[in-house]
């Protein structure tokens, strides 16, 4: 599945282990790390590399967006523009185990990937203290799924990390097991009114009971094995407004090709053929190519149905059916 292996330090959850975690993730490195909630596999949100290695490891046949944890407002409000209905929810359960989904801001060094080319960004600043230390100590924002292989239960100690990720993420910062033991309750915040997306640990009561009015949710009808709890979201798909045409080897009149591998193109995901840098350049270099006043269409050249190959392909798939 993963196409790079790699050893798996153990580190231990004090002020020693902390700068070793947060050095990892400056690098560019995937390192698990615990929440109230779940075990995250973290990257740092700004390195499209490094989220782009998070599929990988996980073999996450799709990329459905994911959660940045943050430390605190000062950098939430770096990465988004902070809708006036977030405020009420922000204000009295951050830190914990609620997420947001917010507008990203403007020309932000935010990875293209945790959004899966959308407009928005899930936030999360998790109650956990040793992960809000990592987050602070790191100084970026940190993108993290849950921290298990594709399929597979979500863990709430180390040792469940290891047991489906061991030799193919960088390390795990061991902090015992999760207070909750549930994911994060997932909130719309950026249209016109709140939506719940996915019900969590943070009841949906408790939410209603603060806010004083009932949320609307959107119906359980998850098409997604990676994720049985979190319907909604993958309704919402990025599109190019210009037809995509695939495994094009050649290009026709007015169109932009992507390349990959032998495939020059006008710009390639990889020229040297490699997955996880293709991954780390998809949503950019469609945004960049649909761009009606320049192209008719965009064709991309063949990927390979290997590894990260394969959720690649999926998205591809999908925006030209759309
Ligand atoms: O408790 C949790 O939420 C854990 C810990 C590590 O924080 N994380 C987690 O991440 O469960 P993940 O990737 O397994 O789930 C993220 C959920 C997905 O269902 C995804 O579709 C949704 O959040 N999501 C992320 N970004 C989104 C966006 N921009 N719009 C809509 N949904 C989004
Ligand atoms: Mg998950």
């Known amino acids: 599945m993963t196409e790079s292996t790699r050893t798996t330090e153990r580190i231990s959850l004090d002020a020693q282990g902390l700068d070793r975690a947060a050095t990892l993730l400056r690098k560019g490195g995937l390192v698990a790390f615990p929440t109230e909630t779940v075990y995250g596999l973290g990257a740092d949100a700004t390195n499209d590399r490094a989220v782009a290695s998070i599929f990988d490891a996980k073999g996450r046949p799709r990329f459905n967006p994911l959660i940045v944890h943050m430390a605190d407002m000062a950098m ?33 060094r935010l990875s293209e990937l945790v959004s899966a080319g959308l407009s928005t960004v899930a936030v999360r600043i998790p109650a956990h203290g040793g992960a809000r230390d990592m987050i602070r100590i790191a100084d970026r924002p940190i993108a993290a799924p849950s921290a298990n292989a594709s399929g597979k239960l979500s863990p709430t100690e180390a040792a469940h990390v290891l047991a489906s990720l061991d030799g193919r993420i ?120 649909d761009d009606p006043g320049r192209y008719s269409g965009i064709a991309v050249a063949p990927i390979p149905e290997t590894g990260i190959g394969v959720a690649i392909n999926d998205r591809l798939t999908r925006a030209a059916r759309g």
């Open 76 to 108: 939430v409000s770096r990465y988004t523009d902070l809708p006036d209905s977030a405020a009420a929810f922000a204000d009295r359960f951050w830190p914990g185990p609620l997420t947001l989904v917010l507008p990203r801001k403007e020309g932000t």
């Open 170 to 289: 960088d390390a795990v910062l061991d902090g015992g097991a999760c207070s909750v033991g549930l994911e994060s309750t997932v909130v719309d915040v950026s249209g016109d009114t709140p939506v719940i997306l996915r019900t969590g640990g943070l009841p949906a009561e408790a939410l209603e009971h603060a806010l004083g009015y009932t949320l609307a949710k959107v119906s359980d009808t998850a098409d997604e094995a990676d994720a049985p709890k979190s319907p909604g979201m993958l309704l919402k798909h990025y599109a190019p407004g210009l037809s995509l045409r695939l495994n094009a080897t050649t290009v026709r009149e007015g169109e932009a090709l992507i390349g990959f591998g032998p495939i020059a193109g006008d710009e390639s995901l990889s020229a040297s053929g490699d997955l996880v840098e293709a991954a780390s350049r998809l949503f950019q270099l469609l945004h960049r190519y």
